[in-house]
């Protein structure tokens, strides 16, 4: 029998500890995914012990103590260890750690202390409980020194020497700008021979794209869109030359979360074979929202950060651009002031079409989700998504820009039978409009072929078992490659 493979995954944030963002949901259920599956690695969990984390909830059990290197002296940290569903955790401890205020911050240098900590503390305490991973996998900026001080390092550390690692890309555009420096303070030098662009031969992110095996991203299209100027974080013509150990994952939806079936927080549950029951929860919404109740009103909704790259401000224009549509729609999100105000002026704009609710609201999240006929995700660009994939769970069609992970979970109703939702390409408030109409067209003409939309949309496999078993033969492939050093 062959040995199980050790995997020592690193990450910023991760649920039930710590969540701000979609990593923290990926990061807390990849990992149990891949223990669970048959053959699946003996995969460990690393955290930082964030103060935001309830430690006391967690019967956190010490680990070890010892000191990681740095220029002004080496610095104290503990490792702590607990474990959730079978999934051992390790938390690091030590100085920048427990004093920041917040997960992340908007001091890239402050944070590149921390986290550059993080990394190198993590792959300390693998060292000093002597478990020995075949493969580090890091995520994003925050852990990507640990995979640049394997590169450098695996000629001489005897530890790390036959160590595989996998860089993760959640969002390329955050690469850890002002943490170069603080890199060298560890002892990891910029990379003037990396064939980098100059500008980007100290920060964490290029160089654990540098230093990984393998890389991937969290959709086949943006790991594709990675490669193009648009896209690349002025990375493209880097990132070009290493196709080859370049993948895209797309992510899981966690399926036991997001189920109409058995949601406690929508009104009434259903799945397939009962979507009329759906109706139900549409005449709730509207009523909530003080609309007027008519299951022939089409409603539209967006929830989401309002944040630049989900395009909410091109979505507002959109919606004003086809305003003479008998759609109504409600706004769920918080995020940029500017964003919120344009979101708050439509609704005074079209008092008797627009519900704007600025605040995060899960519960009202999932009714919406139950409730709206099609769900706007206008993204200039979406490495995953969740939203498509939660709206389609729960019969709620997609109407999105074609781009990365949404390109890859949307099947347009014009491109095959196997339709599930609407694309449009340009990121226009023109294309949106246009869009908006193609799907009204839809509903209020013919109610069979939409249903048809959301019962394919329902019956898409999100799984995080299938993503994990890609990540799976990702990490066995790598262990059959030759290790380049
Ligand atoms: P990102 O992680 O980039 O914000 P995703 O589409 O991957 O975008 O995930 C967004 C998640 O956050 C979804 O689960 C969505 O329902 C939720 N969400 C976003 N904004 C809100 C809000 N204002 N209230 C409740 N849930 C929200």
Same mark, same amino acid.
Request: hydrophobic share 25%; aromatic share 6%; net charge negative.
């Given at each position: 029998m062959s040995k199980r493979l050790k995997v020592l995954f690193l990450a910023a944030e991760a649920v039930p500890f710590v969540k701000v963002g979609g990593l923290g949901d990926v990061a807390g259920t990849l990992p149990r995914a891949l223990r669970a599956l048959k053959g699946g690695p003996d995969i460990r969990m690393v955290l930082p012990l964030h103060p935001q984390v309830d430690r006391d909830k967690l019967n956190l059990k010490p680990a070890a103590a010892f000191s990681v290197g740095h220029v002004d002296g080496s610095l104290r940290v503990q490792a702590f260890e607990t474990e959730v569903d079978g999934l051992p955790v390790y938390f690091i401890d030590g100085g920048p750690i427990a004093e920041a205020a917040s997960v992340y911050s908007s001091d890239s240098r402050a944070d590149g202390y921390k986290y550059v900590l993080f990394s190198m503390g993590a792959l300390e305490m693998a060292r000093i409980l002597d478990w020995q991973p075949d493969i580090v996998h890091a995520q994003d900026w925050h852990t990507a020194a640990a995979i640049y001080y394997i590169k450098l390092n695996r000629k001489y550390d005897a530890f790390y020497k036959k160590c595989r690692t996998l860089l993760t890309v959640h969002n390329l555009p955050y690469l850890g700008n002002e943490a170069g420096p603080v890199m060298q303070d560890f002892g990891l030098p910029a990379a003037v021979e990396s064939g980098l662009p100059e500008w980007s031969q100290q920060m964490p992110l290029p160089l654990g794209l540098y230093a990984a095996d393998k890389i991937n991203s969290v959709s086949p299209g943006y790991a594709g869109e990675m490669?193009?100027?648009?896209?690349?974080?002025?990375?493209y013509a880097y990132l070009a030359g290493r196709k080859k150990d370049l993948v895209g994952i797309l992510n899981g939806l966690d399926e036991d979360s997001w189920d109409p079936k058995t949601d406690?927080?929508?009104p009434v549950n259903f799945n397939r074979d009962s979507l009329v029951e759906r109706k139900e929860n549409k005449r709730q919404l509207q009523d909530e929202l003080n609309?007027?109740?008519?299951?022939r009103i089409p409603l539209l909704s967006i929830i989401s950060?309002? @944040?630049?790259?989900?395009g909410i401000d091109t979505a507002i224009e959109g919606l004003r651009l086809a305003a003479g549509l008998p759609w109504r729609v409600v706004i769920l999100g918080t995020g940029t002031p500017e964003i919120e105000e344009q979101a708050r002026q439509l609704g005074r704009d079209y008092p008797d079409k627009v519900r704007t609710m600025i605040r995060y609201d899960e519960g009202l999240a999932r009714r919406i989700y139950a409730g709206s006929d099609a769900i706007l995700i206008p993204s200039r660009?979406?490495?995953?998504?969740?939203t498509q994939m939660i709206g389609m769970r729960y019969g709620c069609v997609p109407i999105a820009r074609a781009t990365g992970g949404l390109k890859d979970t949307i099947v347009d109703f014009? @491109?095959?039978?196997e339709n599930t939702g609407f694309l449009f390409a340009e990121g226009s408030a023109e294309a949106l409009a246009e869009t908006i109409e193609r799907a009204l067209g839809l509903f209020l003409n013919d109610q069979r072929r939409w249903r048809g939309l959301q019962l394919r949309g329902m019956a898409q496999d999100f799984s995080w078992m299938r993503s994990a078993k890609e990540y799976l033969t990702l990490y066995q492939s790598m262990m059959a490659e030759k290790l380049r050093r």
């Open positions: 490669l193009t100027p648009e896209f690349g974080s002025g990375l406690e927080k929508i609309l007027a109740v008519n299951p950060r309002m @944040d630049h790259q989900k660009y979406e490495p995953c998504g969740l014009e @491109d095959s039978e």
